[in-house]
């Protein structure tokens, strides 16, 4: 695939139920696209981005905003996730489009940290380092070799300590 094939752009309300299918089917359950639907319906704010090839949705992402039990306020930290691609798009580089626009678009907001659960292999190679080195974790420090930060503002991370609060949605998933 070639990256000039691939558009990213903020979801509208018309891919509401393209997106549902593209994470329920990347994720093969209805979890995420639950929660993403949990989100947009509860959340005063958040970042919804969308992959589209020949006009036909392929891909999403979701940013969503985190507290830190210490030093955060509403726009200084997010999360990124759920990030599907629909499998017959899968490792065509959907998906770090997708992260990589993601990421702009929450520094061009003046998001400073952006933290993710995930793996290990994967989210180091869009800057992420695990959040433990910032005495960061999400709810029991069992998470913390899944679970990750990158800074978007240069000394964002060294500005938080403490837990990593997602949105309820995300304990109701």
Same mark, same amino acid.
């Given at each position: 695939m070639n990256r000039n094939q691939l558009r990213i752009r903020e979801e509208v309300a018309a891919d509401k139920a393209a997106v549902y299918r593209i994470n329920q089917e990347a994720f093969?359950?209805?979890?995420?696209?639950?929660?993403?639907?949990?989100? !947009? /319906?509860? /959340?005063k704010s958040f970042l919804s981005l969308v992959a589209v090839m020949d006009d036909t949705p392929v891909g999403h992402i979701?940013?969503?905003p985190v507290d830190v039990s210490t030093g955060s306020d509403s726009n200084?930290?997010?999360?990124?996730?759920?990030? /599907?691609?629909?499998?017959? $798009?899968? !490792?065509?580089?959907?998906?770090?489009h997708l992260i990589d626009v993601g990421l702009e678009r929450c520094r061009q907001n003046g998001c400073g940290v952006v933290f993710v659960m995930g793996h290990q292999d994967y989210y180091p190679r869009f800057g992420f380092q695990p959040a433990a080195?910032?005495?960061?974790?999400?709810?029991? $420090?069992?998470?913390?070799p899944y679970f990750f930060l990158t800074e978007l503002l240069q000394g964002a991370a060294a500005m938080l300590s403490g837990e990593v609060r997602y949105l309820p949605a995300f304990d109701e998933a």
């Open positions: 093969g359950r209805r979890e995420e696209a639950d929660l993403v639907d949990s989100v !947009r /319906a509860t /959340a979701l940013f969503t200084s930290a997010m999360g990124l996730g759920p990030v /599907a691609v629909l499998p017959d $798009h899968q !490792r065509m580089g959907v998906g770090s080195d910032w005495d960061l974790y999400y709810k029991t $420090h069992d998470f913390d």
